[in-house]
């Protein structure tokens, strides 16, 4: 059951991040965001199911657990360079959503280490054969990472295990928060959800935010 917005709040004109409660077999109970250019009324058809070739966790739709100050500071970031979002932000704003990760492959937990490297072994072998260099990461483009995650989705798949419903990583991200730390400014954890049946509803975190 998907909760609309509560009565007699606004509908802002612009960025918007989600913040959420997971509940599921793994992890339960975690809030996560995402940013979309849409209103909160039309959530459930303006999300993005991304299949760029530089999305780490792979093709999905991206949302950050449990950073509602994070998620503010990527609409800020945002609305200052519109090229972000192939779009002008007006308002920047933070909603919510609830999740279930379903069968979710837990990039946090040891015991899902071994597909992640046998999709890499496999991308390695295969861009061998066909003489092809490997994908690259970069700061802002992870392409090898994306093809590790998807070729890891599809070996789950050939082997007969159920599908992956999402995906759970930490993303390490900014400057030290103090000379030689390994806390960074902006590390957060992201999500990518594969089945949008994860997504069971909205709401409004105010709550959640300090400014």
């Known amino acids: 059951m998907k909760r609309g917005m509560p009565s007699g709040a606004q ?4 960025l918007i991040f989600l913040l959420g409660l997971i509940f599921s077999k793994a992890p339960p109970r975690y809030p996560p965001h995402h940013g979309a250019h849409w209103a909160y009324t039309n959530a459930e058809t303006q999300l993005k199911f991304s299949r760029n070739s530089y999305d780490w966790l792979g093709s999905g ?4 657990e449990n950073a509602p100050c994070r998620a503010m500071d990527w609409a800020l970031e945002c609305q200052k360079n519109s090229r972000i979002t192939k779009g002008k932000v007006i308002e920047p704003a933070v909603i919510g959503v609830i999740l279930d990760l379903g069968n979710c492959l837990n990039l946090t937990d040891s015991r ?4 992640i ?3 890499y072994r496999g991308i390695c072998d295969l861009c061998a054969a066909q003489s092809e260099q490997l994908p690259k990461n970069t700061e802002k ?11 890891a989705v599809e070996l789950n798949k050939e082997k007969g295990y159920p599908d992956f419903d999402s995906i759970r990583s930490p993303y390490f991200e900014g400057e030290p928060i103090y000379p030689n730390a390994y806390f960074m400014e902006k590390t957060h954890i ?5 089945n949008p049946e994860c997504i069971k509803g909205y709401f409004l975190p105010s709550d959640f935010l300090e400014k």
């Open 112 to 115: 899902h280490q071994n597909v």
């Open 11 to 14: 509908t802002p004109d612009g």
């Open 190 to 194: 992201q999500i990518c959800i594969r």
């Open 61 to 64: 739709i991206y949302f950050g």
């Open 117 to 119: 490297r046998e999709a």
């Open 141 to 151: 483009s992870r392409k090898l990472d994306c093809a590790v995650i998807n070729a």
